[in-house]
């Protein structure tokens, strides 16, 4: 059983009411192509994934990030996990642009 200190007061905002983001990407949409992604028309440059990564973590709403189709076995010097890993680290608040 919950103490009454944990119950949430007049004060406290409910959780439905706090904003939050969820960010999905997927590799294999920023060019240039990387190996160890899938691969697909058009979609966006490094430079635009990260602008727009740093303003999600500008808005320090996210919840949830979600970096898809990285494949190790294919990865050529791991570039595509790196990769990943600096989005990760924009969406998070590091500038690199």
Request: glycine share 6%; net charge positive; aromatic share 4%.
């Amino acid at each position: 059983m919950a103490s009454r200190a944990s119950w949430p007061t007049p004060s406290t905002p409910p959780v439905a009411a706090t904003a939050s983001t969820s960010a999905s990407i997927w590799t294999g949409s920023i060019r240039p192509r990387l190996p160890a992604s899938g691969r697909a028309r058009g979609g966006v440059t490094y430079r635009e994934a990260h602008a727009a990564l740093e303003r999600v973590a500008d808005a320090a709403t996210v919840r949830s990030l979600e970096l898809v189709e990285v494949t190790p076995v294919l990865d050529d010097h791991s570039r595509t996990a790196e990769l990943a890993v600096e989005l990760a680290a924009s969406a998070l608040g590091k500038r690199i642009l």
